[in-house]
């Protein structure tokens, strides 16, 4: 479950999305995320149900749980989760989708 902190009401948006790793986790040293948290540029952190970013929701260890980053023009996004792994109903998850449609509307969005 991740949840998405690039849009401006972040806590309603919280997507169950696989993932396709154990072993794989985000790690930069603390100046680089300290930067990156101050440029906004943590798009996406792993969460429980509830959207509580918790020690315990996070899968693999990634610091400071998270799981998607962007640059600074915002125009690559890099992600641990796979949204195209919840794409159809008849795989009982639709969150990708939506994660996708986030993606391509914050494409379109001036910088």
């Known amino acids: 479950i991740c949840?998405?902190?690039f849009v401006k009401d972040a806590e309603n948006h919280i997507y169950k999305i696989p993932i396709a790793h154990g072993e794989g986790r985000y790690y930069a040293d603390k100046a680089t995320l300290d930067k990156?948290?101050?440029n906004g540029q943590v798009?996406?952190?792993?969460?429980?149900?509830n959207g509580n970013i918790t020690p315990d929701a996070n899968p693999?260890?990634?610091?400071r749980n998270i799981?998607?980053?962007c640059n600074e023009?915002?125009?690559?996004?890099?992600?641990m989760p796979h949204p195209e792994r919840a794409c159809s109903p008849l795989l009982g998850n639709t969150d990708?989708?939506?994660?996708?449609?986030?993606?391509f509307s914050l494409a379109l969005e001036p910088a």
């Open 67 to 69: 799981a998607g980053i």
């Open 36 to 38: 990156l948290e101050s």
């Open 96 to 103: 990708g989708r939506k994660v996708f449609k986030m993606l």
């Open 60 to 63: 693999n260890g990634s610091v």
């Open 73 to 79: 023009t915002r125009n690559v996004f890099g992600m």
């Open 43 to 49: 798009v996406l952190r792993y969460c429980d149900e």
């Open 3 to 5: 949840k998405n902190v």
